[in-house]
């Protein structure tokens, strides 16, 4: 017999500890899930409080008010008719669990505590959280007094367990545990759990959505079943942007799927998936009915007294179950970036409750992506308004400070959000100020153009009057020490600028809150010291500073065509230059020529040394291979390597102080807990660089004895 079962997964907008917030979006999420006839709902992990409260979760209080809001779900009766999946950390006999927590009217059905936690990369669950060591293990949760007075529960079954329903069986697993070799969902699989619920915290990076889809419908592909996952969406109080994608499979197909980025803060995705199906296809595997047959763990199974499909007298025919989705696309890269950070900053921008942003353009292309970055966040809030979205346009017109204000397009939204400036000087050239003026009027900013000769010059003036001495730049006589000095000036005093702009512009305007500052500092620049520090790239936030230089132009190459900037042609043709020593006919600053490398062999060194884990040797080695059609020597490439470990030693201290800057990509430098390194190092790397110095060796030696 067909049993139709209609399942809904969820992608909530949380906010670390917004308790009040966090309750309506996931009481919002449980209505609409079953105005859409859904019998099972399930969203994100640790929806209750946010995912992002790292070491809040240390603080009682946090478990205190999560149990708080757990109350109020058990107590609404508009709830009831459906299973509801949700999420908070919970102390069991004084040790902290990462939980689900499954109610069914009013009631608490099972605690499931996380088995394995995430502890790499960004994550430090191990930091806040114990995992449950007991696999196929319950025990009884003593509720708190408040819970059992409204359940008539004193205690509940915890731990690693299956929910049989009257038709189904339903098996949980989180976030992490799908990564890992030995996934839950196997064994919860072979032990008769149909359905799979995976309730996930996991931000985006580019590239990494295909990981994730292809070990989901693999798990589905070799077990058979439905998996429900959920994720959360957007900016939850930190660098890291959750990008939803939640979706439902069955049998290895995906069913029905959810935005990737979008700015909206509910979102259910609804799927009526077939058990019936489910059980013809594993039944059709005779492998793995073997392996089921000798499973030598067996899970406790707590009864729940409820259907998630109609029995055969009161089956619904004019139910009509979802189909595949074929093809499945995903997001390119280049689209990535213009989704990503831009959610990011509106949800930034809307709970600091400030005014807009402030953005020093430069005339090149990083600050030129960052701008926009801010013009495709204007795209999507003016997109969601026309759509009728209520909180968008409440946080639109509260951030513009126009209770009447509707936006009739982006260009003019731009006008409202960002404010852009040329800060010019004697270096700089005509052409990198008219880009920047004619990207600002493209986007619609607010633009000023400006020169700080004077402020640089009464700067300088103080030096001579202090020293009796006149620094010079390099190409007029002048040491490598004043060449710096000089350009360090011109630089910090652009972000000295920049803050003072962000916070009286809006109220040269009539406006009243402040900017927040944005830098535009690239990945590999960060990776190299490439910056002046507490110049412009220090700011308020910096979208694109996990962003390699490489895909940065991508970018604008794609953002050319799909957002009708014809200016950005001029961007992709310019050489990067700082333009803060003169120029002439004869000497361009480069920046390619100042740091020794070019961007593309820094996106490779950055790579290889977090990607692939390599100290100077391994990176050595690497390179020797994977730069063998380049033509050059063992002592070219050794020579390259030491430099880049140079510059990468004596600047990485730059990197305690930087912008906190969304997170893209696996390789960013980010000091503040992605790339956990010293920031004093010897720099000359002296037993490394000895261990390259013999390979090099070896290497001619060899090459020399084959010629001979």
Aim: charged share 25%; hydrophobic share 40%; net charge negative.
């Amino acid at each position: 017999m067909v049993h139709y079962a209609t399942v809904a997964t969820c992608v909530l907008n949380q906010w670390a500890l917004d308790f009040e917030g966090n309750y309506k979006r996931i009481r919002e999420s449980i209505l609409q899930a079953k105005a859409k006839k859904a019998r099972l709902r399930i969203g994100p992990e640790l929806e209750i409080p946010g995912y992002g409260c790292y070491d809040h979760f240390l603080e009682s209080d946090t478990v205190l008010h999560s149990w708080e809001a757990l109350e109020r779900l058990l107590a609404d009766r508009e709830l009831d008719g459906i299973l509801i999946d949700t999420g908070m950390p919970i102390l069991h006999r004084n040790t902290r669990y990462n939980c689900r927590v499954l109610i069914h009217n009013g009631k608490i059905v099972l605690i499931r505590p996380k088995l394995y936690l995430a502890n790499d990369g960004n994550y430090r669950e191990h930091r806040w959280f114990s995992g449950w060591g007991k696999r196929a293990h319950i025990e009884e949760f003593v509720v708190p007094r408040s819970i059992a007075r409204l359940t008539g529960q004193r205690t509940v079954p915890m731990g690693d367990a299956l929910i049989d329903t009257e038709d189904s069986c339903i098996g949980v697993e989180l976030c992490e545990e799908l990564f890992t070799p030995e996934s839950p969902h196997i064994g919860m699989s072979l032990d008769g759990a149909e359905i799979i619920i995976n309730s996930s915290g996991s931000h985006h990076e580019l590239r990494k959505l295909l990981r994730r889809v292809e070990l989901i419908r693999e798990a589905t592909l070799k077990c058979g079943g439905i998996y429900l996952y959920s994720n959360q969406r957007g900016c939850d109080g930190d660098r890291l942007y959750y990008d939803g994608s939640s979706m439902v499979l069955a049998n290895g197909s995906i069913l029905a799927m959810s935005e990737q980025f979008a700015i909206g803060e509910v979102e259910v995705v609804i799927a009526t998936v077939d058990l019936s199906a489910v059980r013809s296809f594993r039944a059709a595997n005779a492998s793995r009915s073997m392996q089921a047959a000798r499973l030598d763990v067996k899970y406790p199974r707590v009864h729940l007294a409820f259907s998630l499909s109609a029995e055969r007298s009161e089956f619904d025919y004019s139910a009509v179950p979802t189909m595949p989705i074929d093809p499945v696309r995903l997001h390119e890269p280049t689209e990535e970036i213009n989704l990503g950070p831009a959610c990011w900053l509106w949800d930034y921008l809307r709970r600091s409750n400030q005014g807009g942003f402030f953005l020093p353009l430069s005339g090149g292309i990083d600050s030129c992506a960052t701008a926009v970055i801010v013009h495709s966040m204007c795209r999507l809030v003016v997109s969601a308004c026309q759509r009728g979205d209520a909180q968008t346009v409440a946080d639109v017109q509260r951030i513009v400070g126009d209770d009447s204000y509707m936006p009739e397009s982006a260009q003019e939204l731009t006008g409202h959000l960002l404010c852009t400036s040329y800060m010019g000087t004697q270096n700089s050239t005509k052409e990198t100020q008219g880009r920047a003026r004619r990207l600002a009027s493209a986007i619609g900013s607010y633009h000023v153009d400006l020169r700080m000769d004077a402020v640089v010059g009464a700067i300088v003036a103080v030096f001579v009057l202090v020293t009796g001495k006149q620094p010079q730049y390099t190409v007029h006589g002048g040491s490598h020490a004043e060449n710096l000095g000089l350009q360090n000036i011109q630089a910090r005093l652009r972000m000295l600028l920049a803050y003072l702009l962000a916070a009286l512009l809006p109220w040269a305007r009539g406006k009243q809150r402040s900017l927040l500052v944005l830098g535009s500092a690239n990945v590999d620049e960060s990776l190299r010291g490439y910056f002046t520090k507490y110049d412009c790239s220090s700011a308020d936030l910096n979208p694109i500073g996990s962003i390699s230089k490489a895909d940065l132009r991508k970018y604008i190459t794609y953002a050319r065509v799909h957002m009708e900037l014809p200016v950005l042609d001029d961007f992709l043709a310019a050489v990067p230059s700082a333009e803060l020593v003169p120029y002439s006919a004869d000497y361009t600053q480069s920046d390619e020529e100042e740091m020794g490398m070019t961007y593309a062999e820094l996106s490779e060194y950055g790579r290889l040394r977090k990607i692939s884990r390599c100290g100077p040797y391994s990176m050595f080695v690497h390179l020797l291979h994977l730069w063998k059609d380049k033509g050059l020597t063992a002592e070219q490439i050794a020579a390259k390597v030491k430099r880049f470990f140079f510059y990468y030693s004596i600047n990485r201290h730059k990197m305690t102080t930087i912008t906190p800057a969304y997170h893209a990509d696996t390789y960013s430098p980010d000091d503040n807990r992605f790339d956990l390194r010293p920031f004093l190092y010897d720099p000359q790397w002296t037993w490394q660089f000895r261990c390259i110095d013999e390979a090099v060796a070896k290497i001619e030696d060899r090459n020399l004895k084959g010629i001979e």
